[in-house]
């Protein structure tokens, strides 16, 4: 299973992004699966900011809440490729974002996500917002 993150950059505060994964090696409609975006800033811990069961729309849907209200989870099945809307964007926002999937279709919660549990990672996309 391969992820390919993109769509970082640098931005001004207040700006937006849209943050896209590709997925390859799996199918994303064929099966459940939770995805997930994760951010990490330097000196920090890799956090999760949101995540979705395997169809967004049916309830499990997760937003850190730094986040909440600004960003929007999606994914698009027939592109086999997972989003990031992120709006409103904040200095503290700046990190290296990663996209993620859990085989199991764990790891998603209305109230948390378990990173442990997603086993599938993109190799990370640079987002910068200049103040």
């Known amino acids: 299973v391969q992820l390919q993150a993109s769509g970082g950059g640098l931005v001004q505060a207040g700006g937006s992004l849209r943050l896209s994964c590709e997925v390859s090696?799996?199918?994303?409609?064929?099966?459940?699966?939770?995805i997930g975006w994760f951010r990490q800033a330097p000196g920090k811990e890799r956090e999760g900011v949101s995540c979705?069961?395997?169809?967004?729309?049916?309830?499990?849907?997760y937003y850190s809440d730094p986040v909440s209200g600004r960003f929007t989870i999606s994914r698009d099945d027939a592109k086999n490729t997972l989003f990031l809307e992120m709006n409103s964007l904040k200095s503290e926002d700046t990190a290296t974002y990663y996209c993620?999937?859990?085989?199991?279709?764990?790891?998603?919660?209305?109230?948390?996500?378990?990173?442990?549990?997603?086993?599938?990672w993109g190799q990370g996309t640079q987002v910068t917002v200049s103040s």
């Open positions: 993620a999937i859990a085989d199991s279709g764990y790891g998603c919660y209305g109230t948390s996500v378990l990173i442990g549990d997603f086993e599938d």
């Open positions: 090696g799996l199918t994303l409609g064929l099966r459940y699966y939770a």
């Open positions: 979705a069961s395997s169809s967004v729309g049916d309830g499990r849907v």
